[in-house]
T-cell receptor, first 112, second 112 residues
Framework: QQQVKQSPQSLIVQKGGIPIINCAYE??????FPWYQQFPGKGPALLIA?????SEKKEGRFTISFNKSAKQFSLHIMDSQPGDSATYFC???????????FGKGTKLTVNP | DAGITQSPRHKVTETGTPVTLRCHQT?????MYWYRQDPGHGLRLIHY???????DKGEVSDGYSVSRSKTEDFLLTLESATSSQTSVYFC???????????FGDGTRLSIL
């Protein structure tokens, strides 16, 4: 059973567009939701994270929107650039657990 | 970058041979994790450690064993490698179980 469902699998946008990646979860015990960015040949790198007590968090051009009642969260990339082309993973962590649960990833391509 | 070194970075071996992958950290973090990454599956937890000699299983632990005799080193062993274990393996570390995990750059393992 997949605990965190991520969509879409792949996404192509033009430079300056606003790609949106969505994740949904079932377990209401999750209380920490990070996003990771991965470039080819590299490990995932923490991009931004949110806890359920806030509905939105911004860091630079990256924004997480969180809808606790719908059990969904999403990543928005403002003014996307070709350098943002990477694979993005959402994840969730249950309070008291040490194990992150990852979505299956979204490959983003930003065309010049 | 978090001080994480994975070795080797690439390895090709034959079915039935033993393989050991090493993760070395310079951050003195308590938690260390081994993941595998496969297309369409995202990142899946194999084993993790919450201290020297303290380890636990993850989602896909069959066929793998781990050891941690020092804080800085976490070893992943495939006792008898199979082709289904061809994958990219990532090590991650965190200070506590609910802190962000930081990843190494991975080991690409091919089993022929």
């Amino acid at each position: 059973q997949q605990q965190v469902k991520q969509s879409p699998q792949s996404l192509i946008v033009q430079k300056g567009g606003i790609p949106i990646i969505n994740c949904a979860y079932e377990n209401t015990a999750f209380d920490y939701f990070p996003w990771y960015q991965q470039f080819p040949g590299k490990g995932p790198a923490l991009l931004i994270a949110i806890r359920p007590d806030v509905s939105e968090k911004k860091e630079g051009r990256f924004t997480i929107s969180f809808n606790k009642s719908a059990k969904q969260f999403s990543l928005h990339i403002m003014d996307s650039q070709p350098g943002d082309s990477a694979t993005y993973f959402c994840a969730a962590l249950k309070g008291g657990s040490e194990k992150l649960v990852f979505g299956k990833g979204t490959k983003l391509t930003v065309n010049p | 970058d978090a001080g994480i070194t994975q070795s080797p970075r690439h390895k090709v071996t034959e079915t039935g041979t033993p393989v050991t992958l090493r993760c070395h950290q310079t951050e003195n973090h308590r938690y260390m994790y081994w993941y595998r990454q496969d297309p369409g599956h995202g990142l899946r937890l194999i084993h993790y450690s919450y201290g020297v000699k303290d380890t636990d299983k993850g989602e896909v632990s069959d066929g793998y064993s781990v050891s941690r005799s020092k804080t800085e080193d976490f070893l992943l062993t495939l006792e008898s490698a199979t082709s289904s274990q061809t994958s990219v393996y990532f090590c991650a570390i965190s200070g506590t179980g609910d802190q962000p995990q930081h990843f190494g750059d991975g080991t690409r393992l091919s089993i022929l």
